[in-house]
């Protein structure tokens, strides 16, 4: 069965400009932007190595341990488990203690991925550690993570710190389900994790997923699960954010703020040749020079995803 099986309400697809030839080994060829804007995903297999890996994985230990004594709120999450509430995400990274997340934002691999897709004006919109802990093999179920008009690309940068593998919940993906708002329940009740089109995508530590936040995702049940952490990292284009919400001008100027805060961070930490910022004068952000205030950004409002429960199937 093809995944066009599959009820949605169909969406405009995002404008796709003729790629500029790659300025960086780290900026996307054309053939990547074009399987991505495809299938709503793409694999860049050993994009991060090296020490800027290590510090990061030490780092989603520290932020582990120290989100454990946490109350429930914004920076960490927890889930309800049979056994008690469980830690599984960490939000707003840069003011957890840990320079590797400033040395992530701050690095080409993620840097020349952004503008690749959204342009010079790209806007560091989200940034927050998922994981399952050793143990803890409790399933994400299939949603997508924003729906949006798709005038413009918005996309999540997937970091993986430690190995996922078929079987040990990897991720499962339907590709082209981008291009559709989805009836999530329907799906889950027809197919359950078998979705027409679906693949499994394995990754080890040092792999990035990019995916488009709208293809639909997640992963089944495990046990005995390993840990897996990821590192999700949003984009969107200020021109996008403008025209399309939910946000406004002094927001972006204020997450604009911490891209020269990790381009200072990832040269300070000898890690490889710098990226070269192009952002228009127009959005060249205007700094408070209070660098711990500027490490977290708050979402006052989201764009809302669709997923299953009550009142919100097929919701945009």
Not at 17 to 28: I, K, Q, V
Not at 124 to 134: A, H
Not at 290 to 315: I, M, R
């Amino acid at each position: 069965m093809s995944a066009s099986a599959i009820n949605f309400e169909v969406v405009s697809d995002p404008p796709r400009p003729a790629p500029a030839a790659p300025r960086s080994r780290f900026h996307l060829t054309e053939e990547q932007i074009n399987f991505f804007d495809e299938n709503g995903y793409l694999v860049l297999r050993q994009w991060v190595t090296g020490p800027l890996l290590e510090h990061l994985q030490a780092a989603g230990s520290q932020w582990i341990e120290q989100g454990q004594g946490q109350s429930v709120g914004d920076d960490y999450n927890f889930a309800k488990r049979a056994h008690g509430e469980v830690l599984f995400r960490v939000n707003y990274l840069h003011d957890k203690g840990q320079a590797a997340s400033l040395e992530l934002l701050g690095s080409p691999q993620v840097l020349a991925v952004a503008e690749s897709l959204c342009g010079e004006n790209f806007v560091p919109t989200y940034e927050s550690m998922v994981f399952k802990q050793e143990g803890d093999g409790e399933q994400i179920p299939w949603h997508q993570d924003a729906v949006h008009p798709r005038r413009h690309r918005v996309f999540n940068l997937d970091l993986y710190l430690d190995r996922s593998r078929i079987g040990a919940g990897a991720l499962r993906v339907v590709p082209g389900t981008q291009k559709r708002i989805l009836d999530i329940c329907d799906i889950r009740d027809h197919y359950g994790w078998d979705a027409p089109g679906v693949i499994q995508v394995e990754m080890e530590p040092g792999d990035v997923l990019l995916h488009d936040v709208m293809v639909l995702h997640g992963s089944e049940p495990t046990s005995g699960n390993a840990l897996r952490r990821t590192v999700y990292y949003e984009f969107r284009s200020a021109e996008g954010i403008l025209e399309d919400g939910p946000w406004d001008h002094a927001w972006i100027d204020r997450r604009l703020r911490l891209v020269p805060l990790g381009l200072r961070r990832f040269e300070q930490s000898s890690l490889g040749a710098a990226f070269e910022w192009r952002v228009s004068a127009e959005f060249r952000p205007h700094f408070t020079g209070d660098e711990q205030a500027e490490l977290k950004v708050a979402h006052l409002v989201h764009s809302p995803g669709t997923y299953c429960s009550a009142g919100n199937a097929g919701k945009a």
